[in-house]
């Protein structure tokens, strides 16, 4: 039995207040109205009426509209700005039977995302094929004013918060791309219901750096350096959070080594490496770990060391074009396949690739193959971000819920980290890393140009930043 008797949403506009509803109304027995309290309309541009009060009612007395929500079937709440009618803010927040939810993001990015949506007249996207672009002049008056508004719309919340003794459950704008966390909304809210995946039908409608979407970037800069926590330069992270993939790590059959193999990287290699390592075969290698077990094979090994192996991202991105999107062999991705073809236009064949396909269509295809993954990164498509093309950052970042590596390796220096990794578990000689490690990097060789560098490193620019790498070709 849930304590409460409805809910409100504090947000602002374009924090992705939006997103955040169409998750809650995803739940059975909770209802989300919008923006109930909305001066220029009643929920939702157009409607006429809420739960069975007019506009009109609704302004003449807003409380009506509120006991409505309170008596509503299931456990009903609405969106609150700071703009919205402040006859019911009071209300609201001195009653503990309304359950607070706090949704914040970057002043910065809300003011920008508003600006955009201002002047694309978009304020929301279903279909990323319809996406307006648009870039905007940042005005420093305006966006102080901005700033003033929201602050002091959440000193009034906290300070409330604080003399009535209740909490709030908070989200930032990050936070809305994890499943597991709308769980634990789900459960603060004394709701029983849980979703098993994010509701993918808005995307995310302004993925670029910020530096590409403000026309005086220079002059925001300038205005905002003594500013540093809005952290203007950093490249939008959309991706959803990946767990520790724990049973995907394989030991070897004696020696005290771990391998955490990023999919899309040289896996078959390494596991060939890590098998000749005791001259054993591959069946003699450790796999199929629980957390549990994993634990009790590092107890028992003192001294050992665990590692994973980088690919460079343009290799990576083409292995996973080859082995799932342009083969039609068991296994790989033929739905994806299909959608690829219709919605994104690649020049795939019907079925195996033959003769008639050259080396310009796949240079094509891979390019368009690019593309879909900067939008599939960024959330825009209804596709999962598949393990095989997540950036390297994030399946390392899930690899650190449970455990890091010792040594972080480079498939092109494969055989000198791995000599490394060897002598420290008392090893003095080692087989040689069987090459190619990559099967595709001749066809890759074919087509590699900067365009398609450039294409790839504009999809993985954090992987590119925090891992260093250079050109594939340098």
């Avoid at 927040?93 to 694309?120: F, M």
């Avoid at 290698?285 to 634990?295: A, I, P, V």
């Avoid at 996973?320 to 073809?341: D, M, N, W």
Wanted: charge should be neutral; glycine fraction near 6%.
């Amino acid at each position: 039995m849930t304590e409460f008797d409805y809910f409100v949403v504090f947000a602002e506009m374009r924090t992705g207040s939006n997103f955040l509803e169409s998750n809650i109304n995803a739940m059975e027995g909770l209802t989300c109205h919008g923006e109930a309290f909305n001066p220029a309309f009643i929920s939702y541009p157009n409607r006429e009426e809420t739960l069975g009060v007019t506009r009109a009612e609704r302004d003449a007395d807003p409380q009506r509209l509120l006991g409505r929500i309170k008596v509503a079937e299931g456990l009903n709440g609405f969106r609150f700005f700071n703009d919205h009618d402040p006859r019911v803010l009071d209300e609201i927040l001195a009653d503990p039977r309304c359950a607070k939810i706090v949704l914040t993001r970057n002043p910065a990015e809300t003011y920008v995302s508003r600006k955009i949506a201002e002047a694309t007249g978009q304020w929301k996207l279903t279909n990323v094929k319809h996406a307006r672009a648009s870039d905007v002049v940042f005005d420093t008056a305006e966006f102080e004013a901005h700033v003033a508004a929201l602050q002091a719309f959440q000193v009034h919340l906290l300070g409330s918060l604080q003399k009535t003794g209740q909490a709030a459950f908070y989200l930032a704008y990050e936070d809305l791309q994890d499943v597991d966390v709308m769980n634990g909304l789900a459960a603060f809210l004394g709701s029983p219901a849980r979703l098993d995946a994010l509701d993918q039908s808005l995307k995310k409608q302004n993925p670029a750096p910020m530096s590409e979407k403000v026309r005086n970037f220079d002059r925001m800069e300038s205005a905002l350096a003594r500013l540093d926590r809005f952290n203007l330069n950093r490249t939008p992270n959309f991706e959803p959070r990946r767990g520790p993939v724990v049973p995907g790590h394989v030991a070897a059959a004696q020696s005290p080594l771990l391998f955490m193999p990023v999919r899309g990287g040289p896996k078959e290699a390494v596991l060939d490496w890590l098998a000749g390592l005791d001259d054993a075969g591959r069946e003699a290698l450790r796999s199929d770990f629980t957390q549990k077990t994993l634990r009790k094979w590092k107890r028992d090994r003192p001294g050992h060391r665990s590692f994973t192996v980088l690919r460079h991202p343009v290799a990576r991105a083409h292995a996973a074009f080859c082995e799932k999107i342009l083969s039609t062999a068991p296994g790989s991705y033929t739905e994806i396949r299909k959608v690829l073809r219709q919605q994104f236009k690649l020049d795939l064949p019907e079925g195996a690739p033959d003769a008639a396909y050259t080396r310009q269509r796949h240079r094509a295809a891979f390019l368009g193959f690019a593309g879909f993954l900067k939008a599939n990164l960024a959330g825009q498509t209804a596709i999962r971000v598949d393990p095989l093309w997540a950036s390297q950052t994030a399946v390392l970042q899930g690899f650190a819920g449970f455990t890091l590596p010792d040594m972080i390796l480079r498939e092109d220096r494969l055989e000198e980290g791995l000599a490394v990794l060897a002598a420290q578990v008392g090893q003095s000689t080692m087989p040689t890393v069987a090459t190619p490690t990559d099967p595709h990097a001749t066809r890759l060789s074919e087509i590699y140009d900067p365009e398609i560098e450039s294409a790839v490193r504009d999809v993985y620019a954090r992987d590119y930043m925090g891992f260093g790498f250079g050109d594939y070709a340098a």
